[in-house]
């Protein structure tokens, strides 16, 4: 391709006037001396500047951000960049066109990867540009802004990136789409002959670009030979090692891991050409970049989430030298491990782990039998390969084996990602390819989804598989066989209390998981709360029917037992289950979910008096994962008469919070104050509200006053690192609390009473902003639910923001079998209860919960719902 000199010579030019958000007036045009094959001959290069804006309005530049498109796009890519930046955010930006495409000249030359980064130096140095400098860049812009980065360390200050690719492995075929333009006989036909290149590229957006900006993006490649340069671009993808760009692009990949000034990688993960691979390869030889996917967007990415404003952002913090590293826990705290115990157990033969989910006998593993399995598992996985920092997904059923594999896993280092079945099919697998593991233990059907959905890792299988199953589905080992390899117990350093040990995805119920980082120290301290505030000794027990707890028996050096119940189902254990469960391992604390509660009581009638006895012995009962009411709470006791019932307030960020018992809940329930009271906080942790303003942002301070309506701020010892690779996520979890320490906002809102007691009213997302103001939804849902004939209730709002009408979405307990309009005389009744104004009382037979706890009410998606039903569509289930 190299020799292909025939293209057709076309002189730059401006954009045409009138396309939407782009001023002409950032349009500017230069001719720079040529190098290499155009040494000799003079270029024009179209590019947008906005340094005359700027000096406009006497702002004082922090630097220039040099922006390079990909193909097929051009400079109108970054036009939401240029215009946004202003005089708290004073960064000239500087887009340009790449020579053959846009409006720059179309110099009828064949140019590769090596040229391309020689002719943007060649245009820095005509515009004399000096530092700092950041470049940003996406798609083949990417990879040529970095190789310009790579030759101009002096000027360099930080490199931000979108969807791009730096490294093609040999053994890995480009992407499909590609190889398909690529392809002998068909590049010209599906790149310069017809749109189609640019056709599909433009279809990637999510959601569609509106015709005006698609038509845009068309103008500069109307022609066929305008369009000449996005087939010499599709030419120049080094599909082979042999390819006269490879060599280039390997010594850009080269290069990228000895940038040391800041990085930012914003990414759209649902890119049919830039997977989530190279992300992960991005970020090994970027380590200290900040990372945020955009759920939802693509290969357009600037199209498809507000990138520049993240970018200017991450400039303010981390360029301007603003930023603040997030605080860790070091070992001179007192940080133990979490297998510490099993190490102390080493020795002990009595029972450690029951598991009663087997359908058959139970299975009992004692410590020493838990504690060689664990050395011996994590000895094979090192043998194997797997080093500190790689990411292990553990796709296993909660049980002896799953502790086992956590357990080896954190010993060496391994980071362990945990995504819960419950997330669903499509659910698990976007959180599985966010988290990118490098190992997938699993059993047959996980990895039999993993080879589905092309999860990423290597794959071990929990128990030994015929050949040509092992094969299809590319199963390399089995946990018999490293427990063989692991059999000298020889292991490597311990990880420090700073490094990373786990990635939990949250459930879900308020938008896509997220993966929350915990190091081992949070991990410790998590343990540690647990311990002290639920005074568990080594003859404690526990039983555990809320998956998240199952495996802290070992940690806490205590007996565990997991009752006989689908462990990702909460609603099949059974109260004679929790009665032999207690009896199996004479626990004397239960740990339950809230939606396990329901059914535990739905069966009371089943106990015998053997199973009655049992539940007697019980002192201590938590309810935790999700507010639980007074009277289910008070039911479950009636069962455990011996126990105080707690039900703590948490979340995957902080998994305890506060805590309250039962007489706890009982001595407010006159206070007069709404929402749920959860106690007030453990040991260790603070909580504040920030006020709402009147349109529902949390934007006042954060303070512990009383009586404050506003979002749940938490600090504790055990308080998650960070979220994963969401960058802009965690920023807005953490900021604006002028506190000192590590903060987490945590989406809830509600208010601390005098007492210091917190009351959730609900979440953020959910507050109803009325013509008065904002309005918790907790509040009047518990008024509707005070009427006999009410079992559970939701209110959401409809219409216009800052005047919206509420809306009650009840289940009633009679029940009905299709959705509808509750009769007048109940409605009635129930508008008289409470004194927020119902537009509407609509009857369900079931409210729309989350898939984890089946009992975190969708009010988000029944607002909607409510909307729908309300302007005449036929009344369907929400």
């Known amino acids: 391709m190299s020799s292909r000199n025939s293209l057709t010579v076309l002189a730059a030019s401006k954009p045409p006037a009138g396309l939407p958000e782009l001023d002409p007036a950032y349009s500017r045009l230069v001719t720079v001396p040529g190098n290499g094959i155009d040494a000799g001959s003079s270029r024009t290069w179209h590019f947008l500047d906005n340094a005359d804006e700027l000096a406009a309005r006497g702002v004082a530049r922090a630097g220039t951000i040099l922006a390079v498109h990909g193909n097929p796009t051009w400079s109108y890519l970054w036009r939401r960049l240029v215009s946004q930046t202003n005089e708290d955010r004073p960064w000239r930006v500087i887009a340009v066109d790449q020579l053959e495409m846009g409006f720059s000249e179309r110099t009828g030359l064949h140019r590769t990867l090596g040229q391309r980064i020689d002719d943007l130096s060649a245009f820095t140095a005509e515009l004399n540009l000096t530092g700092p400098i950041v470049t940003l860049g996406h798609d083949w812009g990417g990879v040529i802004s970095l190789g310009w980065a790579c030759r101009h360390r002096d000027e360099l200050a930080g490199v931000a990136l979108l969807n791009t690719a730096v490294h093609q492995p040999d053994d890995v075929p480009v992407p499909a789409p590609l190889r398909l333009a690529g392809a002998r006989g068909v590049l010209a036909t599906a790149t310069s002959k017809t749109s189609a290149f640019l056709d599909v590229t433009l279809s990637l957006a999510h959601p569609p670009l509106s015709p005006q900006v698609e038509a845009a993006y068309r103008v500069p490649y109307q022609q066929a030979v305008r369009r000449q340069g996005i087939e010499g671009f599709v030419a120049d993808i080094p599909a082979s090692a042999h390819h006269e760009s490879r060599a280039v692009l390997d010594d850009v990949a080269d290069g990228v891991t000895r940038l040391d000034v800041p990085a930012l990688l914003l990414w759209g993960p649902r890119d049919p050409i830039f997977s989530d691979r190279y992300l992960g390869d991005l970020i090994e030889r970027l380590p200290h970049a900040r990372v945020h996917r955009f759920e939802g967007a693509g290969h357009v990415l600037a199209e498809d989430a507000p990138y520049a404003d993240a970018v200017l952002d991450w400039l303010a913090e981390h360029v301007d030298g603003t930023a603040t590293e997030l605080e860790t826990v070091d070992a001179a705290s007192g940080f133990a491990p979490l297998w510490s115990r099993l190490d102390e157990h080493r020795d002990d033969r009595s029972l450690a782990v029951t598991d009663m989910t087997t359908g058959g006998e139970p299975l009992r593993v004692s410590w020493t039998q838990l504690s060689t ?166 003859e404690t027990g526990l039983v555990t029917g809320f998956a998240p707890f199952a495996l802290l028996g070992p940690a806490l050096g205590t007996r565990s037992v997991t009752p006989d119940m689908d462990i990702s189902s909460p609603r099949t254990l059974t109260a004679v289950a929790v009665a032999a469960a207690v009896r199996a391992s004479n626990a004397r604390i239960v740990f339950l979910s809230p939606a396990s509660i329901l059914n535990v009581v739905a069966t009371a009638d089943d106990l015998t008096a053997d199973d009655r006895a049992a539940l007697a012995t019980v002192r201590t009962f938590l309810s935790t994962g999700a507010p639980i009411s007074e009277q289910l709470l008070a039911s479950a006791a009636d069962l455990m008469p011996n126990a105080t019932p707690h039900t703590p307030y948490g979340m995957t960020e902080c998994l305890l919070v506060t805590d309250i018992t039962l007489d706890g809940i009982r001595a407010v329930q006159d206070a007069g104050d709404r929402g749920v009271c959860v106690g007030t906080p453990l040991a260790g942790n603070r909580v504040l509200v920030s006020s709402l303003d009147a349109d529902g942002n949390a934007t006042g301070a954060a303070s512990d006053d009383p009586g404050v309506l506003g979002e749940i701020v938490i600090s504790a010892p055990h308080l998650k690192q960070q979220y994963d690779r969401l960058w802009l996520t965690d920023r807005a979890a953490g900021r604006d609390v002028p506190e000192g320490g590590r903060w987490h906002r945590t989406g809830d809102i509600g208010h601390l009473d005098a007492e210091g007691r917190l009351w959730v009213e609900g979440r953020l997302q959910h507050t109803i902003v009325t013509g008065d103001g904002p309005v918790a939804p907790v509040g009047p849902e518990q008024d509707l639910e005070r009427n006999a004939e009410v079992r559970r209730a939701a209110v959401v709002g409809i219409g216009p923001e800052a005047l919206r009408q509420a809306v009650a979405v009840i289940e009633t307990r009679k029940g009905t079998r299709a959705p509808r309009f509750v009769g007048l005389d109940l409605a009635r009744r129930l508008r008289a209860s409470t004194t927020l104004p119902l537009v509407a009382v609509l009857e369900v037979s079931r409210l729309p919960t989350d898939i984890r706890h089946n009992s975190k009410i969708d009010r988000s998606r029944l607002s909607v719902w409510a909307e729908r039903m309300l302007s005449g569509e036929r009344l369907a289930a929400p």
């Open 373 to 538: 399995r664990v050395r011996q598992l994590a000895s094979g996985l090192h043998h194997i390969g797997v080093r500190s920092g790689d990411r292990v997904s553990l796709l296993v059923q909660p049980g002896p084996t799953l502790t086992a594999a956590i357990y080896a896993c954190l010993r060496i280092g391994a980071v362990v990602v945990v995504a819960d079945a419950g997330l669903g099919v499509r659910g698990l697998s976007r959180a599985i390819r966010g988290a990118r593991p490098d190992v997938i233990i699993g059993d047959a059907r996980a990895l039999s989804a993993a080879r589905v959905f092309g999860w990423p890792g290597l794959r071990i299988s929990t128990a030994t598989l015929p050949r040509l199953s092992a094969s299809a589905l590319g199963v390399t080992h089995t946990l018999r066989e490293l427990l063989a390899l692991g059999a000298d117990e020889r292991l490597p350093d311990e990880p420090t209390a700073g490094d990373i040990a786990a990635v939990l995805f949250t459930s879900g119920s308020t938008g896509p998981a997220k993966g929350v980082v915990y190091t081992h120290a949070q991990l410790a301290a998590m343990r540690d709360v647990v311990a002290a505030h639920f005074d568990v000794t080594p």
